[in-house]
Nanobody, 120 residues
Framework: QVQLVESGGGLVQAGGSLRLSCAAS????????IGWYRQAPGKPRVLVAS???????NYADFVKGRFTISTDNAKNTVYLQMDSLKPEDTAVYYC??????????????WGQGTQVTVSS
């Protein structure tokens, strides 16, 4: 059974930093797409950053230059380094693993989420 477990969330002041981790068990990140999403209260879940199976990274415009996604394949862990945090970054952050398919991607698993709260 594939499981993703996020950690690293918490309360931070605006301008501060946090590093989220997502550890996978039951599978590896190799060959799959990995993404970090977030969902604020009353809003839909949106993509924040991703790494494709080919290693290409992609960031939402609202985090470009502030967030960095990376992986440690030896630890089967993906990270989201979040710098220059803003109150509007407050949300539950989820990691997601997807399998490439000929027509796009297919969901493998979601993590349980980790709360990030940025105070002004």
């Amino acid at each position: 059974q594939v499981q993703l477990v996020e950690s690293g969330g918490g309360l931070v002041q605006a301008g501060g930093s946090l590093r989220l981790s997502c550890a996978a068990s039951g599978t590896t990140f190799s060959g799959n797409h990995i993404g970090w999403y977030r969902q604020a209260p009353g809003k839909p879940r949106v993509l924040v950053a991703s790494i494709s199976s080919g290693g290409n990274t992609n960031y939402a415009d609202f985090v470009k230059g502030r967030f960095t996604i990376s992986t440690d394949n030896a630890k089967n862990t993906v990270y989201l380094q979040m710098d220059s945090l803003k109150p509007e970054d407050t949300a539950v952050y989820y990691c997601n693993l997807r399998k490439p398919t000929p027509w796009g991607t297919s969901n493998i698993a979601w993590g349980q989420g980790t709360q990030v709260t940025v105070s002004s």
